[in-house]
């Protein structure tokens, strides 16, 4: 029932489609609207007209789709063949029987000093159809691989789509089990401390990973920017409870944001990077972090002091990982700046909404 629906609704806007450029085509092509040239319009591109429809239709589908799924010549010419010549002893049996002076009239000669008015026989219509005919059958052919080049255009666009997502999803798995072996070794150097805010530290890993874990793998996803700010304060709380110096970091952030959402996990890696090989326990060097959002645009820079040692041996994979996922997000639409002055780690990444 539903591809009846489907070739009924194909039929008539083809139907509609072939009757406006049969129209259209003529009325751009006649300079003198008169009673003769309407009947003439109305006569081959209406009535004649509606037939080549038909026969353009009948060769679309049941000639035209099967012979390109099949390749069988044989079997294509064998109907063609027919129903090309079936179609010309139609049009002209209707052309002979209703539009003869239309169509058919060549002129006329004298014989016995009688008028003979002369006609186009159906050898000669035949020929003069030839072309015509032809091009019909171009037409259906046409029209085929036009749908077929879309939906593989379509088929591309989502196995394309599906790859993106793949990868995203790869990358940000990547991502996540980066930042929890970062996490767990800080809670667990915490814990060999016996420091009271292992609980605190604890609570605060388990709102991360839940944000985390319900971000969706879609590359089309975004979600509020506030979101995310919540993320971030979040992990820098954390982080701040590792090091025991809240002055080690310094977070700006407005305090109201434009309704704008962002695609999830893209800001944490430079945060991370920063408390991973910089200093963040001294408030004289601290890790700076700001973040600016307006209507056109997010700008988010951060800024640490180089340590002497890198704090762990884990990773290396945060920031060519969020590169990445901008490549796939964001193409076109962001900057990303990074300086490494020896002693000073600036990142500075822009997004264009």
């Given at each position: 029932m539903y591809k009846t629906r489907i070739h009924i609704r194909e039929f008539l806007l083809l139907l509609l489609v072939w009757?406006?450029?049969?129209?259209?085509?003529?009325?751009?092509?006649?300079?003198?609207?008169?009673?003769?040239?309407?009947?003439?319009i109305n006569i081959n591109n209406g009535v004649f007209g509606l037939i080549n429809f038909a026969q353009f239709y009948i060769y679309l589908q049941w000639m035209v789709t099967p012979f390109l799924?099949?390749?069988?010549?044989?079997?294509?010419?064998?109907?063609?063949?027919?129903?090309?010549?079936?179609?010309?002893?139609?049009?002209?049996?209707?052309?002979?029987?209703?539009?003869?002076k239309d169509?058919?009239?060549?002129?006329?000669?004298?014989e016995n000093r009688q008028r003979v008015d002369i006609y186009v026989t159906l050898a000669e219509y035949a020929i003069s159809s030839l072309w015509?005919?032809?091009?019909?059958v171009l037409a259906a052919f046409s029209y085929r691989f036009f749908i077929w080049w879309l939906a593989e255009d379509k088929r591309r666009a989502i196995l394309q789509?599906?790859?993106?997502?793949?990868e995203s999803g790869f990358l940000k798995m990547q991502l996540n089990s980066h930042f929890l072996i970062n996490s767990l070794n800080s809670i667990y150097s915490l814990a060999l401390m016996g420091s009271p805010e292992v609980v605190r530290a604890n609570k605060t890993l388990t709102d991360l990973l839940s944000y985390m874990v319900d971000q969706p793998s879609d590359i089309d996803y975004r979600g509020p920017v506030a979101a995310e700010i919540r993320y971030l304060e979040d992990f820098v709380a954390l982080?701040?409870?590792?090091?025991?110096?809240?002055?080690?970091?310094v977070f700006n952030i407005p305090g109201q944001w434009p309704d704008r959402q962002i695609a999830p996990l893209l800001l944490v890696p430079f945060v991370e990077n920063a408390f991973k090989h910089g200093v963040s326990n001294r408030p004289e060097m601290p890790v700076t972090i700001t973040l600016e959002c307006s209507e056109e645009q997010l700008v988010f820079r951060v800024h640490n002091h180089i340590s002497g040692h890198q704090r762990d041996k884990t990773g290396g994979i945060g920031l060519d990982n969020v590169r990445k996922r901008l490549q796939l997000i964001y193409p076109g639409r962001h900057q990303l700046e990074i300086r490494d002055s020896g002693n000073e780690y600036y990142s500075n990444l822009v997004i264009n909404w």
């Open positions: 009757i406006l450029l049969m129209y259209v085509g003529s009325f751009l092509l006649l300079r003198n609207y008169t009673a003769e040239s309407m009947r003439n799924q099949n390749r069988n010549w044989k079997s294509f010419i064998g109907k063609l063949l027919p129903v090309f010549a079936g179609f010309i002893i139609m049009k002209y049996t209707i052309a002979a029987g209703c539009f003869s169509v058919l009239y060549r002129g006329y000669r004298i015509s005919g032809i091009l019909v789509k599906q790859q993106l997502q793949a982080q701040r409870i590792r090091t025991g110096c809240e002055a080690g970091v």
